[in-house]
């Protein structure tokens, strides 16, 4: 069974202020995506990277891939009070197969 | 307009009483989800089918039965709700590897979730 931890489970920041978040795993992905959820709705997915130490850019959000395929990252630079939300990752063995979540990270920016 | 929808977004209950929570999607996709969510335990899988003939078990599928009744509509039932389901429920859709459009990484497009409270 793959598992995915978070790390931290909860984040508490002012505005402007930079932070990155985790997931880490003992084991081999051939995808990890990362989802952002806000209160009242369904996780939307931000980005998927697939190849051993890639790295994604979305705006002020850059996703890194482990170069083993076991951990990825996701750091925020100035944060913005609308990046409140959970993040989750989602990590794939195969496109034959189902994704497993993260428990999540609880991001608040506060003004 | 949304392309998962998911109908009641809310539901209060009692024990014992059977419910169905449907999800439609206009997205095309294949293959579809349930899931729940919980506080601190994150999105845990139901059921998913990667097609109209296909259903599968996740790792929490006791006391849920699903029915696919066409590609674009897959329903989750609880024969007899207990406390201990009260949760918030999520459709997904996602592309199949074997489509010409998507990664094939099973991205998934959530509804917006029912809150069920069962008491």
């Known amino acids: 069974t793959q598992l995915l931890e978070q790390s931290p489970q909860f984040l508490s920041i002012q505005e402007g202020e930079n932070l990155t978040v985790y997931c880490n795993s003992s084991s081999v992905f051939s995808s990890l995506q990362w989802y952002r959820q806000e209160p009242g709705e369904g996780p939307v997915l931000l980005v998927t990277v697939v190849t051993g130490g890639e790295v994604k850019k979305l705006k002020r959000l850059t996703f890194q891939f482990g170069d083993a395929r076991k951990d990825s990252s996701l750091h925020i630079t100035a944060a913005q009070p609308g990046d409140t939300g959970l993040y989750l990752c989602a990590g794939g063995v195969s496109g034959y197969s189902t994704l497993t979540f993260g428990k999540g990270t609880m991001l608040l920016v506060s003004p | 307009d949304a392309d998962v929808t998911q109908t009641p977004r809310n539901r209060i209950t009692k024990t014992g009483k059977r419910i169905m929570l449907e999800c439609s999607q206009t997205?095309?996709?294949?293959?579809m989800y349930w899931y729940r969510q919980d506080p601190g335990l994150g999105l845990r899988l139901i059921y998913y089918?990667?097609?109209?003939?296909?259903?599968n078990k996740g790792e929490i599928s006791d006391g849920y039965s699903v029915s696919r009744q066409a590609q674009a509509k897959f329903s989750l039932s609880l024969e007899s709700a207990i406390p201990n389901q009260t949760a918030l429920y999520f459709c997904?859709?996602?592309?199949?590897?074997?489509?010409?459009?998507?990664?094939?990484?099973?991205?998934?497009?959530f509804g917006p979730g029912t809150r069920l409270t069962v008491l």
């Open positions: 997205k095309g996709h294949d293959r």
């Open positions: 089918s990667f097609d109209v003939k296909d259903i």
């Open positions: 997904a859709t996602s592309t199949g590897p074997t489509r010409t459009s998507g990664s094939g990484y099973n991205e998934q497009f």
